[in-house]
Structure formats: C-alpha cells, structure tokens
C-alpha cells in the first residue's frame, strides 16, 4: 500500500484536496487498491476558503513521516489565511522530508509557492498562479525558481501547477507516478475523463 500525506494548510481551497481524495480514492476501490490518502494538518480543525469546515484525520505532531511515499498539497487564499500555516516552518519541514528522499510531491496552484519558501524549488522548473492579474508567479520566482508558462510542470519528482483547473490533472499525473500509465488510464475511464 502507498500512503499519500494530504498536507492541508488553513485556508486551502477544497476543491483542490478533494481531486487527491477522489482519484486515490477511485484508485483504493477500482484502480489497482494501492493507494491510501491521510488528511494532515497543523491543528485539528482547518477552515478552508469560504467557511467550510474539515477535520483532518491527523495533526502532523501525531504521524511519522517516514510512513509516507507521497505528498499532495492543495493550494488556498491568502484572504483565508492560507500562507499563515503554508509558509511556516512546521509545513516546510514536511516538505523539505519528501524532498530529501526523493519521494513525489505533488502541489496545484499556489501551494508551489510554498514548496519554493521551503527552499526545495530552488533552481528548478515550477509554476504557480498565473493569471495575467496576479503577483504570484514573481513571488515563485523571487524564491529562486525558473519559474515557467505551462499548466503543469514537472521537474523531477516534483509537480506544480497553474490554477485550479488543473487540479484533476495533476492527481492523475500523481497516481502514474505512484502506479503505472495502465492503472491511471483505467481510473480515469471509470471515472470519465478518457
């Protein structure tokens, strides 16, 4: 069984943590039944963008990271306090584990942007938020990243990405990477998307 850590900061938005739970979770029941999502956080109890309430299954004080194969992380609004639990040092720590070992870790939109704060994207190809109005692709790049124009970037055993459409996408390219080409395909036509 592969344990993927659905890392939740305050203020992440739930539609981007809910696409690691969905495609993992097709894959527990339909796919190839190797995959298992915890839901981590730094408290017990998160408000996400807009007031909705979750309770994750474990603080980070109450796990091991060493149990873990994958990190998936959901980007948020900064207007929900999202870069208060993303950026601190606590949230980097677990970061910079999956990074050290080389394990995938797979973020969508401006959850990159906390993969660069803890030092990980330096010099490497990533993105982030890139609507025309938006400051957050110059806040990656100040962080030291080559920081590209494409939906989805993938540099090494790491995934970023550009906006919430894209999270779908970056969860199937995270089970591919935990299983095979054949297994994601077959998820994705049960659910749909071949």
């Given at each position: 069984m592969k344990k993927i850590l659905l890392l939740l900061a305050d203020g992440f938005e739930a539609v981007e943590a809910s696409v690691f739970t969905d495609v993992l979770g097709w894959n527990k029941w339909?796919?190839?039944?190797?995959t298992e999502v915890v839901t981590v956080g730094l408290r017990d109890k998160l408000t996400c963008t807009w007031n909705f309430n979750v309770v994750p299954e474990k603080t980070i004080l109450d796990i091991q990271l060493d149990e873990f194969d994958a990190l998936a992380i959901p980007g948020g609004f900064e207007e929900a306090g999202f870069y208060d639990d993303a950026f601190s040092e606590s949230f980097s720590n677990v970061?910079?584990?999956f990074d050290a070992r080389q394990k995938p870790i797979a973020s969508i939109c401006v959850a990159s942007l906390a993969l660069g704060k803890s030092g990980i994207l330096t010099n490497r190809k990533a993105t982030t938020y890139a609507h025309p109005t938006s400051i957050r692709k110059e806040q990656l790049k100040n962080f030291g990243v080559n920081v590209q124009n494409?939906?989805?970037v993938q540099d090494g055993h790491i995934i970023t990405s550009s906006n919430p459409g894209t999270a779908f996408d970056v969860a199937f390219l995270l089970l591919e990477m935990l299983t095979t080409k054949?297994?994601?395909?077959?998820?994705?036509?049960?659910?749909?998307?071949?």
């Open positions: 339909e796919g190839d039944g190797s970061i910079r584990h494409e939906r989805i054949e297994n994601t395909h077959h998820v994705k036509d049960l659910m749909g998307f071949a």
